[in-house]
């Protein structure tokens, strides 16, 4: 359980809330077992009183208070059902929305470069899949079992005052009822629960490489042989999905099971005390308040198949969050005025066992100088872009800006004075504006129209029928390779910081297009430090030096 409690800070904000709630729904359910218990009482009674006496005289029955109780509880049963449902789903989806906060400030933690290693369906399946699943903690878990327990409690009280031995036998199926299905097939269906949440979560990467991957797919008619591939992950997910409901089918008939011998045994038992000690109708409250007592451990009893799959998806969102920050700052310095920047000694590579990508590699850069960094595709030109925009640490050596370590500048006073324009320019699902306030949030509409103006897209944006207003699609999906390359070139613009990382600025484009970025670049960086990375001749003669990279170690090229 601990996988559990370990999210329950997270719910302290909304506590009141929960709490108030949670009483709510322990008072309508006691509200409901009252009713049913005094209504059997009612008709009961009802139908004693209605028999004729042997002498023929009726006997007396007061209708109108237990009729005026049945109407009240009925009231409060339905007036307290709806305010439990408003507090508690109220209160559930707010922290639902406050742990997916939490959890995307503990990803952000990880920079791009550790979270590389995790596919992009997976991370997006526990940000919603398996954080819905927790809501299973308050209202699945906490909920009923407070339920069951408050409502066990004075049931038992209430069957002890007519009979001892009625309340044992009530404990004894509590304890069966309670104690002992629910656990045991909690623990018994774990395994299969637990296979539900991991082949959702191979379900969802699959389809979402699909979507990505259709123009691929249809070009190389491969549609049928992923058709194939997801209907078999799809039943194997249904397969599980019908274990569980097995489990959860038997748990509950052996639950009906219990309370009906109990009712049995009450019925047959009770019998004797009547009219010794109670009455018959009173003997027809005690049944009916038990029968609603056993109706109200069903969702207890489904709960407690499903703990498996919550505790599965609570490890899964731990595992993620838990991972140490790829880069650490414990007692930050202040961000130095000077630009220059110097790779010392630098031993680069991404696992332990695996092989050395960048050795023994040093370089100095002034400020405002403008290099460029050649080398064939795979050679670690990204991964030294990488090094200097401190996704990772490296192993051996140091990299400094203005002769302070980067250990020892916060990651993000770091990312005030750089800007990337990476080789796969990354547009978000939103407008154009949208798009471009990434680099600053608070720009007015006319800078926005500058930077665009300044990436050479100011026709472009003339033409749209929403101005900055225009959706992008999906990744950009409305918009060509050329203009989301000009639009990110508008982010950096904007953002203008005194570094500026080119990862293959020209990937991708035409000729022309090329040498109007170029251009453009060239213009805006006169007075930057820039440092681009291209396996490419264009954009080399108005750097001031050229390295090539090769196998780990930067040489300059003499042109």
């Given at each position: 359980m601990k996988d559990l409690c370990y999210f329950l800070p997270l719910f302290k904000p909304w506590w009141g809330r929960l709490l108030g709630g949670g009483v709510l729904a322990v008072l309508t359910a006691l509200a409901a077992i009252t009713l049913l218990g005094l209504s059997g009482w009612f008709i009961c009674a009802a139908a004693v009183a209605g028999a004729m006496a042997p002498d023929g005289v009726a006997v007396t029955f007061n209708f109108m208070q237990p009729a005026a109780e049945i109407r009240a509880l009925a009231i409060i049963r339905t007036l307290g059902r709806y305010g439990e449902r408003w507090l508690t789903h109220d209160a559930t989806f707010k922290v639902l929305a406050e742990i997916r906060y939490w959890f995307f400030s503990r990803l952000i933690r990880l920079t791009p470069g550790q979270l590389?290693?995790?596919?992009?369906?997976?991370?997006?399946?526990?940000?919603?899949?398996?954080?819905?699943?927790?809501?299973?903690?308050?209202?699945?878990?906490l909920l009923p079992l407070a339920i069951v327990v408050t409502a066990s409690a004075l049931v038992l009280a209430l069957v002890s005052a007519y009979s001892a031995q009625l309340a044992l036998i009530l404990a004894l199926a509590l304890v069966v009822a309670v104690g002992v299905l629910p656990w045991l097939f909690s623990y018994c269906s774990e395994k299969s629960a637990q296979q539900e949440v991991e082949q959702n979560n191979r379900l969802k990467i699959a389809l979402l490489d699909y979507l990505h991957g259709l123009d691929d797919i249809l070009a190389y008619q491969a549609g049928e042989r992923l058709k194939k591939s997801i209907l078999a992950k799809t039943n194997g997910l249904l397969a599980w999905q019908r274990r569980n409901q097995q489990f959860?089918?038997?748990?509950?008939?052996?639950?009906?099971?219990?309370?009906?011998?109990?009712?049995?045994?009450?019925?047959?038992?009770?019998?004797?005390?009547?009219?010794?000690t109670m009455t018959g109708s009173q003997l027809a409250l005690l049944i009916f308040v038990v029968l609603a007592l056993f109706e109200w451990m069903l969702p207890f009893n489904s709960a407690m198949q499903m703990l498996g799959k919550t505790r599965r998806s609570a490890q899964r969102i731990r595992h993620l969050t838990e991972m140490a920050p790829a880069i650490l700052t414990p007692?930050?310095?202040?961000?130095?005025?000077?630009?220059?920047?110097?790779?010392?000694?630098?031993?680069?590579?991404?696992?332990?066992?695996?092989?050395?990508?960048?050795?023994?590699l040093d370089i100095f850069i002034p400020s405002a100088q403008k290099?460029?960094?050649?080398?064939?595709?795979?050679?670690?030109?990204?991964?030294l872009l990488h090094l200097l925009l401190r996704y990772f640490d490296p192993q051996q050596g140091s990299v400094s800006l203005g002769g302070v370590d980067y250990r020892q500048i916060e990651f993000d006073a770091l990312m005030t004075r750089c800007a990337l324009l990476s080789q796969h320019s990354r547009l978000l699902l939103g407008s154009v504006r949208d798009n471009l306030r990434l680099a600053k949030p608070d720009a007015s509409d006319a800078e926005l129209t500058a930077a665009l103006t300044e990436a050479g897209l100011r026709a472009w944006l003339l033409q749209l029928p929403d101005g900055l207003d225009s959706w992008l699609g999906e990744q950009g999906a409305n918009v060509s390779g050329g203009e989301a390359r000009r639009i990110a070139l508008a982010r950096v613009y904007l953002k203008n910081a005194p570094i500026v990382l080119l990862d293959e600025p020209c990937e991708g484009l035409d000729a022309k297009t090329e040498r109007d970025v170029l251009q453009r670049l060239e213009s805006m960086m006169r007075k930057k430090t820039v440092i681009m990375v291209t396996h490419r001749t264009a954009g080399l003669d108005w750097m001031d030096v050229v390295y090539e990279l090769k196998q780990g170690v930067l040489q300059k090229v003499t042109r």
């Open positions: 590389s290693g995790k596919h992009s369906g997976d991370v997006l399946s526990r940000i919603t899949v398996d954080i819905d699943a927790l809501d299973a903690i308050y209202l699945r878990i959860n089918a038997l748990s509950s008939a052996l639950l009906f099971l219990v309370a009906h011998l109990t009712l049995f045994v009450f019925l047959y038992i009770g019998a004797r005390f009547v009219p010794q007692n930050p310095a202040p961000l130095p005025d000077d630009n220059a920047i110097q790779l010392q000694h630098i031993a680069f590579r991404y696992t332990e066992p695996g092989p050395w990508v960048l050795k023994q290099i460029a960094i050649i080398g064939h595709s795979g050679v670690g030109k990204t991964t």
